[in-house]
Nanobody, 125 residues
Framework: VQLQASGGGLVQAGDSLRLSCVAS??????YGWFRQAPGKEREFVAT????????YYTDSVKGRFTIFRDNRNNTLYLQMNSLKPEDTAVYHC?????????????????????WGQGTLVTVSS
């Protein structure tokens, strides 16, 4: 299984970026995005069931980020709008075999089985 993330870069506060993650040709239970800022632990950003439905976001990105998937090319996306300097981090896409339904589970990095290599997002003030 391979996940390849891309789309990061250096932007100014208020700008937008769209991160992409190409997943190998198979289905999963759930997919998500996490981020890790320098000196900090990896934190949950957003997730959705592979079948679709209600996405779930960490509070700090609600209303600004959107997670979605394109079935045609098996690509996962994280649309990030109104970026802030505190969004600066390495962003990782992830996928889990199980379709966890409780936030206690699907916000934990340990419940994801596959990870992309990460793409750096730097937001300047």
């Amino acid at each position: 299984v391979q996940l390849q993330a891309s789309g990061g870069g250096l932007v100014q506060a208020g700008d937008s970026l769209r991160l992409s993650c190409v997943a190998s040709g198979r289905t999963f239970g759930r997919y998500g995005w996490f981020r890790q800022a320098p000196g900090k632990e990896r934190e949950f950003v957003a997730t959705n069931s592979w079948r679709g439905g209600s996405a779930y976001y960490t509070d700090s990105v609600k209303g600004r980020f959107t997670i979605f998937r394109d079935n045609r090319n098996n690509t996962l996306y994280l649309q990030m709008n109104s970026l802030k300097p505190e969004d600066t981090a390495v962003y990782h896409c992830a996928a889990s075999e199980r379709a966890y339904t409780r936030s206690y589970h699907f916000t934990l990095p340990s419940t994801y089985d596959y990870w992309g290599q990460g793409t750096l997002v730097t937001v300047s003030s």
